[in-house]
């Protein structure tokens, strides 16, 4: 358990008083300054992601509906027993809570992305007969209203009325020459209740009535007259009635109180409750802070720390410097850390920042650190800081701090975080270093994570040299003489005591004496330390500079890789504006050949020649459209995509061809095509388009037109495409030659080659007939189609 002096000494109640100032009641205030460290480790991550929960919904523009509100607690107490009945202010004090309850509630009802929030506020209900009951019957101060009910509302317009007549006879009176003659002033008042006028002492028995005071000088006498005592009474009567009434609705109020008492009195604790986490979540928000990782792996990890109320005091005083963040990391193969540093260097700072940053954590609060920040479980936090010398108990500052130490050997063990200040200082050094090394060793045998600063070199060296533990130091600028407060683990760090008495004003010749006392060795071995850590801070800066050229080296590879993906997609673009406008002309080329063949059905053959010869030169002209769309808009196909076996287009030959060799140093390509190899630059190669030397000498062929046309096609190892182009010429020049039937061999294979050559077939104005081939002729590998 972790006690409530090591909660002092790291100021842990002064935290919680600056929290609970962002309370909206008594009782929540009360809460807050009640937190303690919490043992579960479910609890610490609940209360954790409660408080994110609210500080998700604040930064949502949509806080929770808090507003001040009275402790009702005390009140529930008091109101328990049957027939009691609260005074007005305290029943007063109810509306403002069930107002912010029935705002809570109606708030949260709906809210499924709130998990945590959800289930705190599951039995919220608000109480809404309750609050309105209240809020008509009774004012903020207390008043009971005349909406209370119709029965005070009609006694009270008539107690007004009753007290109006009785005002307006005795200004008469007053008025009356024959009355007025004996009275001291003119003023209406009461006395004791009851409606008086000032009459002087010595005409007291001149003006017939019932005297109900007197004043201090005793010069007046304050007489109600006997005109108005059966108006006056009357009133009594009414007032009386009144009160009864308020009574009874006091009653009510309280009955109706007394039996939702018990459900009243939770869902306040549980609005004081959500009133706390509000507090932890306003006090995160202002400092910026994130919830750590909570877990029992036994490792302290601080990243980019910063001590809360060391924050808080520089901003309080606008100091312009910031604070220079904390990183530090203890656990698994080193379990012990002694800092040690210049004074007033920050090794105080840097363990009370471990310390107080580890009690928030298990309290469940918000840290000053980053979120990847690692807190473990733990049973006891003991600390040994701080001068606690006593005259009274005979201890002195050295007797004080062993004591301390022998409390926290008892305890130790692999569940505790141990913080110590100053180790082995308050005695002979030599001695000290002994005792405090020793110490070191014993705590670490115990498993405890242990943070402990101090001065002496011999203990530096001990950490040096022993498994587990690790020197850390307090960085110190060497030119300024001034500490940098910026912890460096893994090397230790000298005290600059000389260098600091120096720079507060020390007499030059008393520092070089104390220089040729403090002996050569020790000279040396401050010397070896300093060149170090100048060595180190070279080779940071190297490291630095480095880390810097890789970040530009990485932003121009971003920047590359930017452009090559803005290149494909602009190549992407290009080939689709082709690919569009290709299908445009197929389109149109499309429509114009159906126009022709719709034309050969109505003419004779020569006629059909000529119409044939028309549409050969439409195909043609579209060829060579397509060509110049594809050589205008083809981008360069990227060498880095180009393998051995591809098929490229050759731009400088017009054809495709086969890559043989791909030669990415010289950026060259060795490529076949119509048995022809030849080498080309990659800049020459772009996106196959399907022209080959064996398709552009069938184009010859057909263009020749001989009177020898063949009656035979062969159509294997085509693409469905390439076939029915190189079928519809040969269609059209088997009609012209007066052929009267024609063989197309397509093969077997899988039969989609076939299928596509009938489907074309079918319906085609040339065609007549079309079947499958006879045994003889080829089978299902061949197609025979009589012409027309």
């Known amino acids: 358990m972790i006690t409530d002096g090591a909660l002092k000494l790291l100021e842990f109640p002064k935290l919680l008083r600056i929290i609970s100032s962002f309370s909206h009641s008594d009782a929540s205030r009360k809460a807050v300054l009640g937190i303690l460290p919490l043992s579960r480790p479910e609890e610490i991550r609940e209360r954790l992601a409660q408080v994110e929960e609210i500080r998700r919904i604040s930064a949502e523009g949509s806080p929770l509906r808090l507003s001040e509100f009275s402790d009702i607690l005390p009140l529930l107490v008091k109101v328990r027993p049957e ?26 009802e709906e809210r499924e992305d709130l998990p945590y929030l959800k289930e705190l506020s599951l039995p919220l209900t608000g109480f809404p007969v309750i609050l309105a009951l209240l809020e008509k019957s009774l004012d903020s101060e207390g008043n009971i209203l005349d909406s ?55 005409a007291k028995g001149q003006v017939p009535g019932v005297v109900h005071d007197v004043s201090r000088s005793g010069e007046t006498a304050f007489v109600e007259p006997l005109a108005i005592i059966g108006l006056s009474n009357e009133l009594e009567n009414l007032l009386a009635e ?19 008492a018990d459900e009243l009195g939770a869902q306040f604790r549980i609005i004081m409750h959500l ?133 926290i050997l008892r305890k130790a063990g692999p569940d505790t975080i141990v913080l110590i200040d100053e180790l082995g200082t308050g005695t002979d050094p030599e001695e000290g270093a002994a005792l405090a090394c020793a110490v070191l060793k014993e705590l670490k045998a115990r498993g405890a994570l242990l943070f402990a600063t101090t001065h002496l070199t011999d203990i530096k060296g001990f950490v040096h040299r022993t498994a587990g533990m690790i020197n850390a130091s307090m960085e110190f600028d060497e030119k300024t003489l001034s500490p940098l407060f910026r912890l460096r683990m893994g090397e230790p760090g000298q005290s600059h005591a000389l260098e600091i008495a ?43 500079e480095l880390s810097q050229e890789r970040g530009r080296i990485e932003e121009k590879g971003r920047l590359l890789e930017e452009r090559s993906r803005e290149a494909e997609r602009r190549e992407k673009e290009i080939l689709a504006k082709a690919y569009g406008e290709a299908s445009e002309i197929i389109v149109d080329t499309k429509r114009r050949m159906h126009a022709f063949l719709d034309e050969l059905k109505k003419k004779g053959r020569e006629k059909s020649r000529e119409v044939i010869r028309e549409a050969d030169s439409v195909l043609r002209e579209t060829d060579r459209k397509l060509r ?122 899988s039969g989609i080659l076939a299928r596509a050559v009938r489907e074309h077939l079918e319906g085609h104005p040339l065609v007549r007939t079309f079947r499958k081939g006879e045994r003889q002729e080829g089978a299902a590998g061949v197609t025979i189609a009589t012409l027309t």
């Not at 027939?83 to 509630?105: Q, W």
């Not at 009176?173 to 009851?194: C, I, K, P, W």
């Not at 601080?302 to 606008?318: D, G, Q, S």
């Open 242 to 260: 009144q009160k009864a009434e308020e009574m009874r609705i006091l009653r009510d109020i309280c009955a109706r109180i007394r039996a939702a």
């Open 502 to 544: 120096k720079r507060y004003g020390l007499p030059a010749g008393i520092i070089e004496s104390a220089k040729g006392l403090l002996g050569g060795i020790r000279v040396e071995f401050d010397n070896l330390i300093a060149d170090l850590n100048a060595k180190r801070a070279e080779y940071e800066k190297a490291l630095k």
């Open 628 to 749: 110049e769309c594809d050589a205008s808009d083809a981008g360069v196909r990227p060498l880095d995509a180009v393998k051995e076996g591809d098929m490229v287009f050759v731009r400088s030959i017009g054809y495709d061809a086969s890559v043989i060799e791909v030669d990415k140093k010289h950026n060259r390509l060795r490529v076949r095509s119509g048995g022809i190899e030849i080498e080309i630059p990659a800049s020459d190669a772009g996106v196959r388009k399907g022209i080959s030397v064996e398709a552009r000498e069938n184009a010859s062929l057909e263009e020749r037109r001989d009177a020898t046309v063949s009656s035979r096609i062969t159509l294997i190892g085509l693409r469905v495409d390439e076939a029915l182009s190189r079928l519809e010429p040969f269609l059209n020049h088997a009609s012209l030659a007066g052929l009267q039937e024609v063989t197309i061999i397509h093969g077997f294979g």
């Open 275 to 407: 009133d706390l986490l509000n507090s932890v979540a306003c006090f995160a928000d202002q400092l910026r802070m994130q919830s750590p990782q909570i877990d029992d792996s036994g490792v302290v990890r601080l990243v980019n720390a910063r001590h809360p109320l060391l924050f808080l005091t520089y901003r309080k005083n606008e100091r312009k410097e910031d604070i220079v963040p904390l990183d530090v990391a203890l656990g698994g193969d080193n379990t012990v850390m002694v800092i040690t540093g210049s004074n007033a260097g920050g090794k105080t700072i840097a363990i009370k920042t471990i310390g107080l940053l580890q009690l928030m954590a298990l309290s469940g609060i918000p840290v000053p650190a980053d979120s990847s920040s690692r807190f473990p479980l733990i049973r006891e936090l003991l600390i040994d800081m701080g001068d606690e010398q006593s005259i009274e108990n005979s201890l002195s500052t050295f007797s004080a701090h062993i004591s301390n130490i022998s409390g």
């Open 148 to 202: 209370a009910s119709p029965l005070l509302s009609e006694l009270r317009a008539r107690v007004r009325r009753s007290e109006s007549r009785i005002a307006k006879r005795l200004e008469e009176m007053t008025r009356d020459e024959r009355v007025a003659v004996f009275l001291q002033d003119t003023f209406v008042t009461q006395r004791s209740g009851r409606w008086v006028i000032p009459v002087r002492m010595d």
């Open 83 to 108: 027939g009691s009945v609260l005074e007005t202010k305290e029943l007063s004090a109810f509306t403002p809570f069930l107002a912010v309850l029935s705002e809570i509630s109606l708030q949260l």
